[in-house]
């Protein structure tokens, strides 16, 4: 009977997945102890070398050390000096096979994928040997976990809502102000039509000016430029006021 269902290796600094067991099994319940296990890996940091999760059927294993953790799902029945053998020996072959730079540098989820060719080669030993044939190991773990016991967790402590990853408290947003569009008033329209009119003039009496002017002297220019300029200030100002103002109202 498989009592180890499910593992992965992950980065502890910011839970990425390195490789996985490519095995599934479809039940509610261990889709729900995956989700969980997704979202405890994103929170390793903050636990010590080893934990565990108990939930209705699975439990959730997990032993870290270094920038490398290995996490498991297994059986109710699976003890836990055997899950965490099996994870320290996991732990081992992958630090054995990859250097921490290559670690380090991994930027894609499941970078080491090939690896699930020795997770599964590992996953069958401790479902498939006899508890009497790892009895030597077993003991050396269950002594360690009696002088020092793994973090303690249920299922629903590995339940994190979104924003609160890494200690993040969630946001209270407030809503954003409403803006409301309101008609122009009997002032706006007069300033309006002054705007227009004034910019009309500037224009005919800067084109009219150099025409007359541009040829005779250079030093005209500052005349002409005289009427243009207040005739742009009159065009940028007059949409100000054209149709509507932006009253901000909080509703």
């Known amino acids: 009977m498989s009592m180890i269902f499910f593992a992965c290796v992950v980065r502890v600094r910011d839970g990425l997945p390195l490789s996985a067991s490519t095995d599934f099994y479809h039940t509610?319940?261990?889709l729900e102890c995956?989700?969980?296990l997704k979202t405890l890996g994103l929170r390793l940091a903050q636990y010590?070398?080893?934990?565990?999760a108990e939930g209705r059927d699975f439990s959730i294993h997990f032993s870290s050390s270094g920038d490398v953790a290995c996490m498991a799902?297994?059986?109710r029945q699976c003890p836990a000096a055997m899950a965490f053998c099996f994870l320290e020996t996991l732990w081992w072959e992958f630090t054995a096979s990859y250097d921490t730079t290559c670690i380090g540098l991994a930027s894609r989820p499941y970078a080491f994928l090939e690896f699930d060719s020795i997770i599964q080669k590992i996953k069958w030993h401790f479902n498939c040997v006899s508890s009497s044939q790892m009895k030597n190991s077993l003991e050396k773990i269950q002594e360690e976990l009696e002088f020092q016991p793994?973090?303690?967790l249920t299922v629903e402590d590995t339940d994190v809502a979104n924003g609160m990853m890494n200690?993040?408290?969630?946001r209270h947003l407030e809503p954003a102000p409403n803006f409301r569009m309101e008609p122009v008033t009997a002032l706006g329209i007069l300033s309006?039509?002054?705007?227009?009119?004034?910019a009309a003039l500037n224009l005919i009496r800067g084109v009219h000016l150099a025409?007359?002017?541009l040829q005779v002297a250079h030093e005209e220019i500052g005349n002409i430029l005289a009427f243009l300029i207040p005739f742009v200030a009159c065009i940028f100002q007059g949409p100000r006021s054209r149709f509507f103002w932006l009253d901000q109202t909080s509703r």
């Open 192 to 198: 309006l039509i002054l705007n227009i009119m004034c």
């Open 73 to 75: 799902i297994c059986s």
């Open 34 to 36: 995956r989700r969980r």
């Open 167 to 170: 200690g993040h408290l969630p």
């Open 28 to 30: 509610q319940d261990f």
């Open 211 to 213: 025409e007359h002017s």
């Open 48 to 52: 010590p070398g080893r934990g565990s």
């Open 150 to 152: 793994p973090v303690a």
